[in-house]
């Protein structure tokens, strides 16, 4: 079943004085498995659709269909129920936090989900999150003492450990060296092997070419 479908989706953002219409009827389907990298000059409105996919925010028209289900106008409970249930996060940041080790940064993201965990199973799933980026050697080193790229991957190991079906990356290289982002893109796009379905926001084109699709945002509309 169709992962996503957004059908015109409109949003307008309103600043100190003018509203903006940063959306003017945006369509978008994802399939599970499938990635599409969102291009588009600084100020398009890319940030904005990833807030109304991961349902921090609601278009103004349109629709948006979720699984089938139509969350065009979900209210914010269940809203944070979905964002936690369905989808993962990166974002050009790593939100890491300092004091913990990569395990535990991993490991709590499973602390206030949706049935309860014990601290062992836990401590394996994370694990197994950070093995599946290629860094369960880095378990017990806290972030400043790993690379950026590094820090990245514990990012989406904690993005990924309670399965999202949806991952949503924001420039996730942004803070990155070429060689380092080349790798971060591609643990990202592996994700897609095991049926999650990624949006790439990046302003980097020979990332976005290791997508299945490329969208562009202009002027409000993807194409
Ligand atoms: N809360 C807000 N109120 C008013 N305008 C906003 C608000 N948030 C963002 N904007 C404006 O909306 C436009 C789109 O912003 P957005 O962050 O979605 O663009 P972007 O394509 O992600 O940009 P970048 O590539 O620079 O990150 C920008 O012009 C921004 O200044």
Not at 134 to 139: P, S, T, V, W, Y
Not at 153 to 180: M, N, Q, S
């Amino acid at each position: 079943m169709t992962l996503i479908q957004l059908t015109g989706v409109t949003k307008t953002l309103r600043g100190q004085d003018e509203a903006r219409t940063i959306l003017s009827g945006v369509d978008l389907t994802l399939e599970p498995g499938e990635s599409v990298a969102v291009l588009g000059r600084s100020g398009s409105g890319k940030s904005t659709l990833l807030s109304l996919i991961g349902l921090f925010d609601r278009p103004d028209g349109g629709q948006y269909l979720l699984g089938g289900k139509d969350i065009t106008r979900v209210p914010e409970r269940r809203a944070a129920a979905l964002r936690s249930a369905e989808f993962g996060f990166v974002f050009q940041r790593f939100f890491l936090l300092k004091h913990l080790t990569a395990l535990q940064n991993v490991s709590m993201a499973l602390v206030n989900g949706q049935g309860w965990l014990p601290r062992r199973k836990r401590r394996t799933t994370a694990m197994e999150a950070l093995e599946r980026l290629e860094i369960g050697h880095l378990a017990r080193h806290k972030p400043p003492r790993l690379s950026g790229g590094e820090q990245q991957r514990v990012a989406i190991a904690r993005a990924l450990v309670r399965r999202p079906k949806i991952l949503l990356a924001d420039e996730p290289t942004g803070a990155l060296d070429t060689d380092t982002g080349n790798l971060v893109v591609e643990a990202l796009r592996a994700t897609t092997d095991e049926g999650c379905a990624l949006v790439l926001v990046t302003h980097d084109r020979d990332h976005a070419a290791k997508m299945s699709r490329v969208a562009r945002l202009t002027d409000g509309v993807l194409a």
